[in-house]
């Protein structure tokens, strides 16, 4: 018998629900992936071999990429569609590891360690909800998405002193990290993905200029990591706003406020060293 078009075009639909539904989800591999960076990173900071760093940053890539493709809504087809989602989680992993293996030491890396994996994983579902702005969650998983990425970007920002790198290298590993972060905050706010790397690149020069400016300046470690940090999120949150028209005077002056607060406190450091 036949089948009518008018039963043929019911029926497709729900067969497209059906096959989306059974797309297989691995968000259930987050905790899996944290207890892969947790051994990973405590072997690197236990060890202090590069390579192994090195395995675990590009393991954590691959995980996530994975897990956020797999989203019911996700329309990934490349790694250049991915990329946006992968920034914080491969940075971070770079940024805990060093900072970890250079400021922690004895029984405190335990705690360090956990801590790290929890954040990781915190990040991981983060990004898998951001995906989908209408989902319940979303503004929470921004919100862990944002801390994360200043976290990262001061782990970065003090490493550069702690390994006393070079003045032309650190100026271009401040600016690219800041700019490969600042695309995580700008993701939600600007929709055209090349505006949005314009506005990013502008933040990495910045902060580049910042860390050549502060080798003239008697600002070292924890306190030039926080004076770095406070132009990151800043210039970030600014921009930020405006492109999402929320910037008005009570966000200025909210902005103006932590500015005030962490020179204060970079400052009041560095009298008191």
């Not at 892969?36 to 990429?65: E, S, Y």
């Not at 999120?233 to 500015?259: K, N, P």
């Amino acid at each position: 018998m036949a089948t009518s078009p008018t039963l043929e075009r019911s029926v497709s639909p729900l067969q497209g629900s059906a096959s989306q539904a059974r797309k297989p989800s691995r968000l259930g591999r987050i905790p899996l992936l944290c207890i892969v960076f947790g051994v990973g990173l405590a072997t690197f900071v236990g060890t202090d071999r590069a390579w192994i760093l090195l395995v675990l940053t590009a393991a954590m890539g691959l995980g996530a990429d994975g897990i956020l493709r797999s989203h019911p809504r996700a329309d990934f087809h490349t790694i250049a569609d991915t990329a946006p989602y992968l920034f914080v989680p491969v940075l971070f992993t770079m940024s805990a590891g060093l900072f970890l293996e250079d400021v922690i030491l004895g029984y405190w890396q335990i705690p360090a360690v956990a801590g790290a994996s929890v954040l990781m994983g915190a990040a991981l579902y983060a990004e898998h909800v951001s995906i989908e702005p209408e989902h319940p969650t979303f503004p929470l998983a921004r919100f862990i998405l944002n801390v994360v990425t200043y976290l990262t970007a001061f782990g970065f920002y003090a490493v550069v002193y702690g390994f006393d790198v070079d003045l032309v290298p650190a100026a271009f590993t401040v600016g690219m990290v800041s700019m490969l972060l600042s695309i995580e905050v700008f993701r939600e706010a600007e929709a055209d993905p090349i505006r949005a790397l314009v506005f990013a690149a502008v933040i990495g020069v910045i902060l580049g200029e910042a860390r050549w400016v502060l080798y003239f300046i008697p600002l070292e470690g924890f306190l030039a990591g926080v004076f770095l940090l406070l132009i990151f999120y800043l210039t970030t949150g600014v921009i930020s706003h405006y492109l999402t028209e929320h910037l008005d005077r009570t966000v200025l002056m909210e902005f103006a406020l932590v500015t005030a607060v962490g020179l204060a406190i970079v400052v009041g450091g560095r009298v008191l060293a």
